[in-house]
């Protein structure tokens, strides 16, 4: 692969932002948080170093002398004791992702010289299991794909929606505990440092990848000297205002951007997934599929919802553009569709685990940031986004459970400034439709000089050691192995 460097020009495309100053709010609790006690680690498929344990963090970092809650960690020791340099936390994306076995999963894609220069820690953030886990326990329509995300009805009312929202705020607020009010991203970051302190390690090392860039973009702000290298991989928009509701309404463009790889892909001769001659094809297609789905639905049993609708197609197509590997599920449904049958129903986590990510999600973006509590609001922003992105029919403008959200947030959102160490490498791919470039050169004109960004010639949600190419892989590595970063931003092809 071939490595162009750039100019900070890159940057001034993004649209500029101002940050403020943030006074983090810690704890002595971290100081004097007890070493861990490391045990093996319970489940299958381990690597049989990863060990795993318990640090005891406050509920509510304002309270620190009340309830504590448990925060699960695990850990690789590094592999190479004389050339270890210190601790390297995984951060998993999100929000009500686990990092607790990426130390056996993903952390064994590490180069030799990183694994050897630190431990690999893992981590469950706080509600989601087993750390003090959170179930809202929401009827079972509400756990539906075209639920998680807010797909709108085929004529594009919100009102199934907010119906909706209230119905799973009121079960959080009914059901969730006194723990869903102190799940947010700052807690995260506060709870990363709490298991540094614990560590014993002076600072902290982090490879954080979606979602995770926005907890690691906390930790790096809130608690700048206790940072060592940080690795930010598929980057969020750092938006102090909207936060998560810049994420989701993000996708509308983001899909239009990379649907087009899709359709190179679903149009090339020799595929058996083939669902078109040419590539320009595949677009209108897929929507004038989308709109007989809406109108005449295929019974899907087993599914939920029970059946194929345009909707349930649509969120097939956002989830398979994460990554191309995962095309084929696309255009196999599409297949299908045209035919008038259906596939077998895909697998999914259980439903006790389902109910843990949908409570750990919305309790964080809706503690993390107010959200408009109007329909109309809603409403108009679906009604401007189903005209000019049809492919994601109004999704990214509608509205989450924070519309209904039964508390207000406790803090004010994050504001990431250019205030301390250089010693931020953000990671990211070109056609990401999760964490586009748009949002990752936010982050990088907020960090200012902390950091240098590498934007990969690539497809895909995840790039280090992921989706994206060896260019990258070896500057990201080289990074956390010696410190050594680009001098200024960097293009890799």
């Not at 936060?243 to 679903?266: C, D, S, T």
Request: with cysteine; hydrophobic share 40%.
């Amino acid at each position: 692969m071939k490595q162009i460097t750039k100019s900070a020009a890159l940057i001034a495309t993004a649209s500029a932002i101002v940050f403020g100053v943030i006074t983090p709010l810690t704890s002595s609790a971290s100081a004097a948080a007890a070493p861990p006690n490391w045990k093996k680690c319970a489940g299958e498929g381990l690597d049989p170093r990863q060990e795993c344990a318990t640090v005891s963090v406050p509920m509510d970092y304002a309270d620190p002398g009340g309830p504590k809650i448990d925060i699960a960690v695990s850990r690789i020791p590094s592999e190479k004791p004389s050339a270890r340099r210190g601790a390297l936390m995984l951060i998993a994306g999100g929000p009500g992702g686990s990092s607790l076995n990426a130390p056996s999963g993903k952390g064994q894609k590490l180069p030799q010289e990183v694994r050897d220069a630190y431990d690999l820690i893992g981590v469950a953030a706080r509600g989601n299991a087993p750390s003090a886990p959170v179930s809202c326990e929401v009827g079972h329509s509400e756990l539906a794909v075209t639920t998680q995300r807010p797909w709108p009805a085929p004529d594009g009312s919100v009102t199934e929606t907010m119906a909706a929202n209230r119905r799973i705020a009121d079960a959080c607020a009914r059901n969730g505990g006194e723990l869903m009010r102190h799940i947010s991203t700052k807690n995260n970051a506060r709870d990363i440092d709490s298991v540094r302190a614990a560590l014993g390690e002076r600072k902290l090392s982090a490879w954080a990848v979606s979602y995770g860039t926005y907890v690691g973009a906390a930790y790096s702000e809130m608690f700048p000297h206790r940072t060592d290298r940080i690795v930010l991989d598929s980057n969020q928009n750092p938006d102090p205002v909207r936060a998560e509701r810049a994420w989701l309404q993000a996708f509308e463009g983001n899909v239009e951007e990379n649907f087009p790889e899709f359709a190179k892909w679903a149009s090339a001769p020799g595929n058996p997934d083939r669902v078109a001659d040419t590539a320009a094809e595949v677009r209108p297609l897929f929507l004038r599929l989308a709109a007989r789905l809406d109108r005449e639905p295929i019974p899907w049993p087993g599914a939920n919802p029970a059946e194929l609708n345009g909707n349930v197609l649509r969120n097939t197509m956002l989830s398979s553009l994460y990554d191309p590997d995962d095309y084929p599920a696309l255009a196999k449904l599409m297949l299908a569709a045209q035919k008038g049958t259906v596939p077998p129903v895909p697998s999914g986590p259980p439903e006790t685990a389902l109910q843990n990510l949908i409570a750990v999600g919305s309790a964080t973006i809706c503690n993390d940031v107010a959200w408009p509590r109007s329909a109309a609001v809603y409403q108009k922003g679906v009604a401007e986004s189903r005209a000019k992105f049809p492919l994601t029919a109004g999704m990214p403008r509608n509205a989450l459970p924070c519309s209904a959200w039964p508390w207000q947030p406790k803090e004010a959102p994050l504001r990431v400034t250019d205030r301390g160490p250089s010693n931020v490498l953000l990671i990211q791919n070109e056609r990401d439709v999760a964490s586009p470039l748009s949002s990752a050169l936010k982050l990088r004109e907020a960090f200012g000089g902390r950091a240098v960004m590498v934007t990969v010639d690539a497809t895909g949600h995840g790039s280090y050691l992921n989706n994206g190419n060896a260019c990258g892989d070896d500057t990201g590595s080289r990074f956390l192995a010696t410190g050594e970063r680009p001098r200024e931003d960097l293009y890799c092809e």
